[in-house]
């Protein structure tokens, strides 16, 4: 069966304190796997978009990477504002799914 | 900014009731998709359109409908309503069409909290 996953579900960081986030995926024909950011009462927010295992995207404080089976946010020195929940999405054929996402919470 | 506009940001409403949500597409974008997003369930595809004809359908209820207008702006009908129909409603503009395969990044509106009560 077709499947995105992300773990963990929440994660609680001191800021300054580096962590990863992960996307997995179980899905035929990957076309694109996408990262997005969202607070609270918000729309999601583009971060990256990534194509081909072993292509990396960087963004400030975070880095996105690609293999065959799961993508992973690296988050290097959060800060506070960077409080929030992080969906990633695949596209695969015809499908766009979003995974249930990752809530981030740095404290300061 | 996104650059995408819903309206209304905040609605509540009694069960067996209509509504209508808009949204206004970000400049020159010719694609429009709606989301709902409930706290158990993430983020639903429900329908998309591409310039103003249907290119994509979703786990959208027949209680639902929706169009994509001339001017690009797109509405949402929501009718019958029930409890479990709660839930934050996002429409979303692309550039590109032709359906699904050819999603790219997407520009999300600040979405229309709907409460039924």
């Known amino acids: 069966e077709d499947q995105v996953t992300q773990s963990p579900e929440a994660l609680r960081l001191q800021e300054g304190e580096s962590s990863s986030l992960n996307c997995s995926y179980t899905v035929s024909g990957l076309r694109g796997l996408f990262w997005y950011r969202q607070d609270p009462g918000k729309g999601p927010e583009f971060l990256f978009t990534l194509y081909s295992a072993g292509e990396e995207k960087e963004k400030e404080r975070l880095k996105a990477t690609l293999t065959k089976k799961e993508s992973f946010l690296h988050i290097t020195a959060p800060k506070p504002e960077d409080s929030a929940t992080y969906l990633c999405a695949v596209l695969y054929g015809q499908n766009f799914v979003f995974g249930p996402g990752t809530r981030l919470s740095v404290l300061p | 900014d996104s650059g995408v506009t819903q309206t209304p940001k905040h609605l509540i409403t009694a069960t067996g009731q209509r509504v209508t949500l808009r949204c206004s597409p970000r400049?020159?974008?010719?694609?429009v998709y709606w989301y709902q997003q409930s706290l158990d369930q993430g983020l639903q595809f429900l329908i998309q359109y591409y310039n103003g004809e249907e290119r994509a359908k979703g786990n959208i209820l027949e209680r639902f409908s929706a169009q994509q207008f001339p001017d690009l702006h797109s509405e949402l009908n929501l009718s019958s309503l029930e409890l479990g129909d709660s839930a934050l409603y996002f429409c979303?503009?692309?550039?590109?069409?032709?359906?699904?395969?050819?999603?790219?990044?997407?520009?999300f509106g600040e979405g229309s909290r709907l409460t039924v009560l």
């Open positions: 979303a503009s692309s550039p590109r069409g032709g359906g699904l395969q050819n999603t790219g990044e997407l520009f």
């Open positions: 400049s020159g974008d010719l694609s």
